[in-house]
Structure formats: structure tokens, C-alpha cells
């Protein structure tokens, strides 16, 4: 099974960017779905993006539509996501997270294999 551990969160100011990477463990990185994920303080998760096994195929959170680019490459064993235009309302603990799903999908429920998070601030 693999295993997931993020990178890159920060303080940054409003309109600013941040690189998140996700580096999995393991030879079957390539074989799982990958999304992001974020929550912030007093509210429940919430999907930002996702990526099919070949990096093909994405889905995005209305909200970071436009904003956020997912990409991945398997020969690294990591996922990205270029966060852009950041706003005050996108600080939250940005967590990585791999489902053996088919299709890439926002359903947290999916997924099971999480990281540990990575913290993003942005300061208005």
C-alpha cells in the first residue's frame, strides 16, 4: 500500500502561488487516482482536485476552477497542485489523498490512503 506525504504549504499573501507536492511510497503509485483535499478550521473536508492514473483526466472544485492546476508524474511518484490567485478563504490543511477508484471523483469516502497535510495560509 502506499504511502503519501505533502509539501510546499506556507504564509503567503493574497494573490500569491504555492506549489504543493505529494511523493507516495511504493511501486503502485501509477495504479491509484489521486486528489486533493482541504479542510479548514471548524469545517469538514472538502474536495479541490482530482486526477486520473495517467494524469489524462481531471476534476476540480468550482471554487478553485480556474485557479488550481492538478498534475502528476508517476516516474516521481508524485502528484502536484499549483495553487494560483490565492484568496484568504483557500487557508486550510491541504491533505493528498489516493482512491483505487476507476475515474476520478470528489467524494472523500473514496479515498483510502490519506497523508498527513500541509498547512497553506494566505494573509489578506
Known amino acids: 500500500q502506499v504511502q503519501l506525504v505533502e509539501s510546499g504549504g506556507g504564509l503567503v499573501q493574497a494573490g500569491g502561488s504555492l506549489r504543493l507536492s505529494c511523493v507516495g511510497s511504493?511501486?503502485?503509485?501509477?495504479?491509484?487516482?489521486m486528489g486533493w483535499f482541504r479542510q479548514a478550521p471548524g469545517k469538514e473536508r472538502e474536495f479541490v482536485a482530482a486526477i486520473s492514473r495517467s494524469g489524462g483526466n481531471t476534476e476540480y472544485a468550482a471554487s478553485v476552477k480556474g485557479r488550481f492546476i492538478i498534475s502528476r508524474d508517476n516516474a516521481k511518484n508524485t502528484v502536484y497542485l499549483q495553487v494560483n490567485s490565492l484568496k484568504p478563504e483557500d487557508t486550510a490543511v491541504h491533505y493528498c489523498?489516493?482512491?483505487?477508484?476507476?475515474?476520478?471523483?470528489?467524494?472523500?469516502?473514496?479515498?483510502?490512503?490519506w497523508g498527513q497535510g500541509t498547512q497553506v495560509t494566505v494573509s489578506s
Open positions: 489523498a489516493a482512491t483505487a477508484a476507476l475515474t476520478p471523483t470528489s467524494g472523500p469516502r473514496w479515498y483510502d490512503i
Open positions: 511504493g511501486r503502485t503509485f501509477s495504479s491509484y487516482v
